[in-house]
């Protein structure tokens, strides 16, 4: 080997069809920590990670052998002991001496490979974004038109002048529940999409929570004892925080529906209330469903749900605890979920700093 | 149907024999990596060379996620193409992960197989000690994920524009596709996942199809101990060693290869 080859600013190396080392250049031995007398006659695998090893045996050398050539193919190198080094490969088969053999020439990509890893994670949360909002406008699209449906559907038997006045009462029953289970869903959709585009804004005054979680109680009640789940309450008074009323109702609203809605009949729901220092602690724990250990993290992830209402257990367009978490940190407060498990029931605690 | 298998699967038939010989190419690459073993069986035998769904020019859309997310699938596609063929006795020449996906078929179909020849096979890709040493931990499997995910980004980045701007020239729009033999990377991905995630150490028993492993000293992915573990657990196995490296010896050392075949089908 020439010495400007030998000193080249980029790795080269020659080997067999049968991948024995040929030549080795020194600025490719000194990248890898080698003396060039331990290289003497080794396989080429020996330069690379176990992964650039499955690479190169799977893609590089099949093609390479097939079309004679290839360019700026990324592979990983293995310094001792054990250090990966990324980089990008150009080869060529060559004929010499009546035998073939492939030439590399080798340049590391310690910088471009950091920031194609970012690209990559980007690119690849960019499609799981578009994943998950196409998941959600059909979700939407399904959910908007189930009440509605109910709506009609209703309307048309409200048409029969015959009927009796037990089956008009039940009909205005569901038609009320559907327009406001429809106008929910519109208003987490509306919310969800302010909240995103930073227009929410928050009218802020002294609140007292006990008070506020005593209106989402009211609220929320009928529903819990169709389902005859105990709504259980310990609240500690005179606990207040500086925020937006109904805003902060809203979080609770949702933090007890959700429960509600994954509580099976004859459950309970705890709701906690306590000052820690300077911060107002909410904690609404039920006997329901739970989340599993793989769900919980993302729980307050948008569009995510333990089961697609599309499926039918559970309706709902799983904004609730994304919007919830959102308000929570515009009130610069903190909300965590906790669950053992499935079937082992959740606890979700809303941490705010606390007002004199 | 039995021309939308063969469209599916890019099946091509050679040979001027009547005994069936089908070669199924292993993770990575397609058909063309027979190029320097096939030919030399044309004379003798009916050549059955085919692409898996995603690989080479297979039918991409054909692609379900669910079916192909285990080997058990790819030995579907096998039963399905020599179906359409009305195939009888097939030898079945597999390389890497095609071993096991010829023997999965085998397995669900003795009586359509004759003989399975398997190069470089390995039922298990990752250790576990201390009993078996597949020849990776699942870090090593998750890095290849990684390196292909690069390579696929940088071809896919490179390919888009050059196919868009050059619409009118197939030719050289097929050379690109050709230049990584996938031309989806998720279905490579997933692809990868099914051949090194799996674990066919169970099934290797239940192979009653008489067998052939051809093992190489030095293998870069499946060590000698693999084939020998191979051999052990299949009864009616035989076991070739060649002296050769790499994980690719169809490619490298096709003469010998070409040997070894040969005289495992004349002595049978």
Known sequence: MDELLDQAPCGFLTVTDNGRLVEINTTLLDLLGYRREQLKDAQIKKLFSPAGNIFYQTHFFPLLKLQGKLEEVYLSLRREPGEEIPVLVNAVRRERQAAIFYDFVLVPVHHRNVYEDEILKAKKEAENANRSKGDFLSVVSHDLRTPLMAIFGWMEILKNKENDAELVKKAMKVIKRSAEAQRGLIEDVLDFARISSGKLQLETSRVDLAEIIGNAIELISSTADEKKIGLIQKLAPNVFVMGDSSRLQQVLWNLLSNAIKFTPNGGRVDIHLEQVGQTANIKVTDTGKGISADLLPYVFDRFKQGVNSKTGQYSGLGLGLAIARHLVELHGGTIRADSAGENKGAAITVALPAAD | ?268
Not at chain 2, 42 to 55: M, P, Q
Not at chain 2, 94 to 116: N, Q, Y
Request: proline fraction near 6%; charged fraction near 20%; include cysteine.
């Open chain 2, 1 to 268: 149907m039995t021309e939308n298998i063969l469209q599916r699967n890019n099946v091509k038939i050679s040979g001027r024999g009547t005994r069936n010989l089908m070669f199924a190419h292993g993770f990575g690459c397609d058909q063309n990596m027979w190029r320097f073993v096939a030919p030399a069986f044309e004379e003798d035998f009916r050549i059955i060379l085919f692409d898996y769904v995603g690989s080479g020019g297979s039918d991409v859309g054909a692609y379900q996620p669910g079916r192909y997310s285990n080997l058990n699938g790819y030995a579907q596609d096998v039963l399905e193409i020599c179906d359409a063929l009305d195939l009888k006795d097939v030898i079945f020449v597999g390389h890497s992960v095609s071993c096991m996906i010829g023997a999965l078929a085998s397995i669900e179909r003795p009586g359509l197989f004759t003989h399975l020849i398997q190069i470089v096979p390995s039922p298990c890709y990752i250790n576990t000690p201390p009993d078996y040493i597949g020849g990776f931990e699942r870090a090593d499997i998750e890095g290849l994920l990684d390196l292909m995910d690069k390579n696929y980004l940088g071809w896919a980045s490179f390919l888009a524009p050059v196919v868009m701007k050059n619409i009118d020239r197939p030719e050289l729009v097929q050379e690109l596709e050709e230049s990584f033999c996938s031309i989806d990377p998720e279905i490579s991905r997933r692809f990868a996942e099914a051949t090194f995630y799996s674990d066919n150490r169970a099934d290797l028993a239940k192979i009653t199809v008489p067998s052939l492993i051809i093992q190489v000293l030095d293998d870069a992915i499946a060590p000698v101990s693999v084939g020998e573990f191979m051999h052990r657990a299949m009864p009616g196995s035989a076991l070739r060693l060649m002296d050769a490296t790499g994980h690719c010896p169809h490619m490298s050392h096709p003469r010998e290869t070409i040997a070894i075949i040969r005289d495992y089908l004349d002595a049978v």
